[in-house]
């Protein structure tokens, strides 16, 4: 039978450190062939945009389906996410998992283990764009992968939201967190800059990134949407995506950045090629590194093979009569 998780099982049984692990596994298993991603695909309506993601581990005996309805024209994020997970070796339906944490989590984990490969060891002051649903966990996600981060400087468009983001940082982690207003500045000072936001244009000059900056860019996940300028691109001795097909399609800084000459795609890697040790994350400590993250069905299959297994070990979740 299927096991149904929802939301709530899903928060109990999943952690961070958990997640990395399994999103670094799975990013390992690309790079010897023993699991597929696939472009994430979008029926649009007038009503609706429905997007649907998938991926296929024989490492883990599982294909997943992730699908969820964007109804709101004035955002980007879906009204309800579920995963479907199958079983490989047999075809059975084993696990249907509400997947809006889930999402958010994997796509911390995704950061961090781009993070432990490309950042600097010893960094220390992040800047974060954004104080939405995404963001925070990409501050406890990344601070887990660099042990010597301490300070996080927090840019958003509201002063109370990022207030409000600063407090319950404050709360679940040891970081000092300031919202701040000089942007310049705290691009400037930064060791990593990461992105988590809705915007369709550039959130920051690229020249203000200093040498030796890792980027973590996780907001433009379609061609219309952008984060990053050209200058910050092109400042980039190394480009890794978390899939080159889905980049190609969906990342609108580095499409952008194409277009206006500022990009060779020849030089952009696959994150798992640098988890597999098939290239580096840097190569020295003066190079700036970008990840584009547009988010994988990879890294969803990763953490829900995680969560099933670790809900039937303690019998959490509802069995359903489904084959």
């Known amino acids: 039978m299927a096991l149904l998780l929802l939301e709530a099982d899903v928060h109990r049984l999943l952690s961070m450190d958990e997640a990395v692990a399994a999103v670094e596994a799975a990013f390992s298993s690309v790079a010897t062939g023993r699991a597929a991603n696939f472009p994430r695909q979008r029926s649009t309506h007038p009503a609706v945009t429905l997007n649907v993601l998938a991926a296929i581990s024989e490492e883990l005996d599982a294909a997943v389906v992730k699908s969820y309805p964007v109804v709101r024209r004035d955002v980007t994020v879906g009204s309800s996410f579920t995963v479907l997970v199958y079983r490989v070796s047999t075809g059975v339906l084993d696990g249907i998992l509400e997947a809006r944490m889930l999402g958010q989590i994997r796509?911390?984990?995704?950061?961090?283990?781009?993070?432990?490969?490309?950042?600097?060891?010893?960094?220390?002051?992040?800047?974060?764009?954004?104080?939405?649903?995404?963001?925070?966990?990409?501050?406890?996600?990344?601070?887990?992968?660099?042990?010597?981060?301490?300070?996080?400087?927090?840019?958003?468009?509201?002063?109370?939201?990022?207030?409000?983001?600063?407090?319950?940082?404050?709360?679940?982690?040891?970081?000092?967190?300031?919202?701040?207003?000089?942007?310049?500045?705290?691009?400037?000072?930064?060791?990593?800059?990461?992105?988590?936001?809705?915007?369709?244009?550039?959130?920051?000059?690229?020249?203000?990134?200093?040498?030796?900056?890792?980027?973590?860019?996780?907001?433009?996940?379609?061609?219309?949407?952008?984060?990053?300028?050209?200058?910050?691109?092109?400042?980039?001795?190394?480009?890794?995506?978390?899939?080159?097909?889905?980049?190609?399609?969906?990342?609108?800084?580095?499409?952008?950045?194409?277009?206006?000459?500022?990009?060779d795609w020849g030089s952009v890697r696959p994150l798992s090629d640098i988890v597999g040790g098939l290239a580096p994350g840097r190569a020295s400590s003066e190079e700036i590194t970008l990840f584009e993250s547009q988010g994988v069905a990879l890294e969803d299959l990763a953490v829900a093979c995680r969560v099933l297994e670790r809900a039937r070990q303690r019998g959490i979740g509802i069995e359903l009569p489904i084959r």
Do not use: C
């Open 107 to 263: 796509t911390g984990a995704a950061s961090a283990v781009a993070a432990k490969y490309m950042a600097r060891p010893d960094s220390r002051t992040m800047t974060m764009f954004g104080v939405g649903f995404q963001a925070q966990a990409q501050v406890q996600a990344i601070a887990k992968a660099l042990p010597a981060l301490r300070r996080v400087s927090v840019v958003g468009r509201s002063l109370e939201r990022a207030q409000r983001f600063r407090d319950d940082l404050m709360a679940s982690t040891s970081l000092e967190v300031v919202v701040v207003e000089d942007v310049e500045r705290a691009v400037a000072e930064a060791d990593v800059v990461t992105t988590a936001t809705g915007a369709r244009r550039p959130l920051f000059d690229g020249g203000w990134l200093r040498p030796g900056v890792h980027v973590n860019a996780i907001g433009s996940n379609f061609a219309e949407k952008q984060e990053l300028d050209a200058t910050a691109v092109r400042r980039a001795g190394r480009i890794v995506v978390d899939d080159m097909e889905v980049a190609r399609i969906e990342s609108g800084d580095l499409i952008t950045a194409e277009a206006q000459g500022a990009l």
